[in-house]
Structure formats: structure tokens, C-alpha cells
């Protein structure tokens, strides 16, 4: 990006349904197509639930959602949009409510989620994942497999609600987002999953977003994670032999 006359400063504020952000334009993301979708994800939430918010960028699931009276744990892999995520929880006055992280996702699920999870699926609110980082974010869903150590009361848990975004280029996203899904995880989601068309991005490529509850299966170590498994065919793998026999 360049400025082609007059201040050279790209610091913009922009308000998105009624929420007011800052961030300088040439060092993080912003999308304004997406506030439709922001608002979608936060409609779901209420007071009381955790939102857990992966790639976070300026925060525009992170501050509605704790302006809405969510505990939200954010995290961005940028320094530049963890320090605006900061200024703009502080613009917003919910910086009580936000816990800011600056890591790759996969640390941050591995690290401050993992620590927060079992607490917080022994109480009733629910807790929503959202991970949007569409190239990338479905295979980010691995960092998942086997985070917990499995608890004897597991059966009581509240498992978290997971929102993934991908995009998709084949001639059923839908279904390739979901394929996706279940080779990092490692598991079937058919009937357990929902998909929303979030925008065509260009011709022939969408924005796909899956949500589903995190299966417990995939959720707790198990005896044999404890054992190599790389041996073990991905679903998505399994399928494709399958198919050519
Ligand atoms: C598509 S933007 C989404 C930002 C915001 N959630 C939104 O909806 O507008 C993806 C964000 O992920 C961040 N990011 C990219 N790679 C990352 C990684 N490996 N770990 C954590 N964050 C990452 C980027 O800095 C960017 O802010």
C-alpha cells in the first residue's frame, strides 16, 4: 500500500456495527466485506461465554464479543496487530474482559488455551473457538488432537464450539471444507458439522466457514496417542484409497 499524495500517515478509525476500531492500514488486516460475518459469529454468543479468538487481528470478533460481556482470550501471530488489539480493547473500555496473546496459533491453543480449557469446561457457559484465517486456519485444527489429559467427570464437560473458516476452490465447498476439517482432526464430522457460505472471494474460490463441538474423542489424549501413531491414515487419505480400489 502507498499513499499517493498529501500525509504519509495510514492510521485509519473505522466503525464496524457500532464498534469502533484504529489500527494503521499498512501493517495489519482489515476487511470491511466481513462485518456481516463478524456480526453473525457474535449474535451467537452470550453473556458469560468465553470466546476463544486464535487470529484475532484488531479484534472485530474479540471486542464485540466482550463488549457483549463474553471473557475473551485473543491472539494475534503480528506484533503490530496484537498492539492494536490492545489499544482498541482499551478504546472500547473492555480491556478488562480480554486476555491479549501475541504467538503462532498453534502455541496458543498449545499454551494459554490448553491451561483455561479444563476450567472452563467444568462450568455451563459455552465456549466458541473462532479461527479465521481462511488459507490456513483448517489445518490449524490439529493442534487440537489429544490436548487434554482425560478427566474422570469428562463425561459432565461442556466442549467447545468451534467456527473455522477456509476457503475453497473446489466445485463443492462445502464439502471440501469439511473433508479438510476432519483430515486434521482426524475424524468424522458428517452430521456433526454446519456450513455457511461466508462470500465469494473471486470467481470460483469461497469463504467457507464450519462449526461444530469439538468431538471429545479428539479433544482427550488417548491410549493410542500415548503410542506412535504415524502410521495411522488420515480419513480424508483413507477415503481417496478407497475410492481407487
Ligand atoms: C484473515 S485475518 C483475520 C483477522 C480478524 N479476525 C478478522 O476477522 O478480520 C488473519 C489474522 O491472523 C494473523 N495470523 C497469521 N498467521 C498467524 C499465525 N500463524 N498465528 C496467529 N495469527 C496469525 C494475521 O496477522 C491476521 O491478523
Redo the contacts with the bound molecule.
Keep these: 500500500m502507498e499513499v499517493l499524495a498529501g500525509e504519509s500517515n495510514m492510521v485509519a478509525k473505522v466503525r464496524e456495527n457500532g464498534v469502533l476500531y484504529e489500527f494503521d492500514f499498512s501493517r495489519?488486516?482489515?476487511?470491511p466485506r466481513?462485518s456481516t460475518e463478524?456480526e453473525r459469529i457474535v449474535s451467537l454468543l452470550h453473556r458469560g461465554d468465553t470466546v476463544v479468538?486464535?487470529?484475532?487481528?484488531v479484534g472485530?470478533?474479540a471486542i464485540p464479543a466482550a463488549r457483549r460481556g463474553c471473557a475473551v482470550l485473543a491472539?494475534?501471530?503480528?506484533p503490530e496487530?496484537f498492539r492494536w488489539l490492545q489499544h482498541n480493547a482499551k478504546l472500547n473500555k473492555v480491556d478488562q474482559k480480554i486476555t491479549t496473546s501475541n504467538?503462532?496459533?498453534r502455541d496458543?491453543i498449545r499454551g494459554p488455551v490448553r491451561e483455561r480449557l479444563p476450567a472452563l469446561m467444568k462450568g455451563s457457559q459455552k465456549i466458541h473457538v473462532v479461527m479465521?484465517?481462511?488459507a490456513?486456519a483448517l489445518e490449524f485444527l490439529d493442534a487440537f488432537k489429544g490436548l487434554l489429559d482425560p478427566e474422570p467427570d469428562q463425561s459432565l464437560s461442556n466442549l467447545p464450539q468451534v467456527h473455522c473458516y477456509g476457503f475453497s476452490k473446489e466445485n463443492d465447498p462445502q464439502r471440501d471444507v469439511v473433508e479438510r476439517a476432519e483430515a486434521s482432526l482426524k475424524t468424522n464430522l458428517q452430521g456433526q458439522c454446519s456450513v455457511h457460505l461466508v462470500r465469494n472471494v473471486a470467481p470460483n474460490k469461497e469463504m467457507m466457514c464450519v462449526s461444530f463441538t469439538l468431538p471429545r474423542g479428539v479433544l482427550y489424549k488417548t491410549h493410542t496417542q500415548d503410542r506412535d501413531t504415524s502410521e495411522e491414515p488420515c480419513p480424508k487419505k483413507q477415503k481417496c484409497e478407497d475410492s481407487t480400489n
Excluded: E, I, Q, R
Excluded at 495489519?28 to 476487511?31: G, H, K, M, T
Excluded at 479468538?53 to 487481528?57: E, H, K, L, M, S
Excluded at 491472539?75 to 503480528?78: K, Q
Design positions: 495489519v488486516y482489515w476487511n466481513l463478524h479468538d486464535v487470529f484475532a487481528g472485530p470478533f491472539n494475534d501471530l503480528n496487530s504467538l503462532d496459533g496458543f479465521n484465517l481462511p490456513l
